[in-house]
């Protein structure tokens, strides 16, 4: 029994000997910190653990004025970083490093390591409840305009280990609606808040939707548009800043059709004025999706951003407001 206890107290020793520490990290830092342009008087960085996969960093030197100096060692702070994420005994998300140039020269800088852990960093996990609140939300404003089909039109809602789909967030989708004499497609995902990350965001803050003659539309062809809309809305979350472009120009010649889609052979994206209420992080626009045919735009000057000029020249043709 004695022996044992020993042993047990010689490995607590060890792996105790093991732990990195911020002190260890102050020592590892200061050397490379040291070596700051000769303008520098502090720097301060800023850098996050992983989380849902992600991590992030900032910060720089500065100098007398408080002006940014490059030459910023963030290779050195991400590897200490991970050393103390590794080795951490109470939990954290967040690491300071500070460093302070001293006014007698020959002597070393002053560097501190603060881990901190700050709860509005915390990325929504898998099972998040604002994830069902937006598909909510949603639903209620297209029941509220006329009869939602019972299913969805198109659902590509494959995931990855934090629930995310390809925009971002669990619902990658498009919903039908019946409003009189139209069908509208929609899509249903696209302000869904990001999984895996904690921005008090609506995804990238808009859905789109296009509208068709419900008399005349087949079946085929409604999924054929619904594949296409999700596909469109791939873009859109690749883009993150389409909403806002669209707001600003009105409409936006975005992306070229396929030949299966012929004669349509362009995308319109333009401003409805129609909003969704009641998602998690507030309202979000619809956005109207048009497609067209080169002839339409023929002759236009598409040399200004988005050939947003030769946009609403074609919507202003078919009579579609903005």
């Given at each position: 029994m004695k022996a044992l206890g020993q042993n047990k107290f010689r490995q607590g020793i060890q792996e105790h000997a093991m732990q990195?520490?911020?002190?260890d990290a102050i020592r590892d830092l200061r050397p490379i910190l040291d070596r700051a342009p000769p303008e520098a008087v502090s720097?301060?960085?800023?850098?996050?653990?992983t989380q849902a996969g992600v991590s992030s960093q900032s910060g720089t030197y500065r100098?007398?004025?408080g002006a940014a100096v490059d030459a910023a060692p963030h290779k050195i702070i991400r590897d200490v970083v991970e050393k103390l994420e590794k080795s951490q005994t109470q939990p954290f998300n967040k690491v300071i490093v500070r460093w302070t140039k001293k006014k007698m020269p020959f002597l070393r800088g002053r560097v501190t390591v603060e881990t901190i852990f700050d709860p509005a960093i915390v990325p929504r996990g898998p099972d998040s409840p604002v994830y069902e609140a937006a598909a909510v939300a949603r639903l209620k404003f297209w029941r509220?305009?006329?009869d939602v089909a019972d299913g969805f039109a198109a659902d590509r809602g494959e995931?990855?280990?934090?629930?995310?789909?390809?925009?971002?967030?669990?619902?990658?989708r498009v919903i039908a609606v019946r409003i009189g004499s139209t069908l509208t497609l929609a899509t249903d995902g696209l302000s869904t808040p990001w999984a895996g990350i904690a921005d008090q965001e609506n995804g990238v803050e808009c859905e789109l939707f296009m509208e068709f003659d419900a008399t005349t539309i087949d079946d085929k062809k409604i999924d054929d548009w619904a594949h296409l809309l999700i596909s469109i809305g791939d873009l859109v979350a690749d883009g993150y800043a389409v909403a806002r472009d669209v707001k600003k120009h009105g409409a936006i010649?975005?992306?070229?059709l396929t030949d299966d889609y012929s004669p349509m052979s362009r995308i319109i994206l333009s401003h409805d004025g129609a909003q969704i209420e009641g998602l998690p992080f507030g309202s979000v626009p619809l956005i109207r999706v048009t497609p067209i045919t080169e002839v339409e735009i023929e002759g236009q000057d598409q040399s200004d951003d988005w050939a947003a000029n030769a946009a609403k020249y074609a919507l202003a043709n078919r009579q579609v407001g903005i």
């Open positions: 990195y520490t911020p002190s720097g301060e960085w800023v850098a996050t653990t100098n007398i004025k509220a305009r006329g995931v990855n280990i934090h629930n995310q789909t390809k925009w971002f967030g669990p619902q990658r010649l975005f992306c070229r």
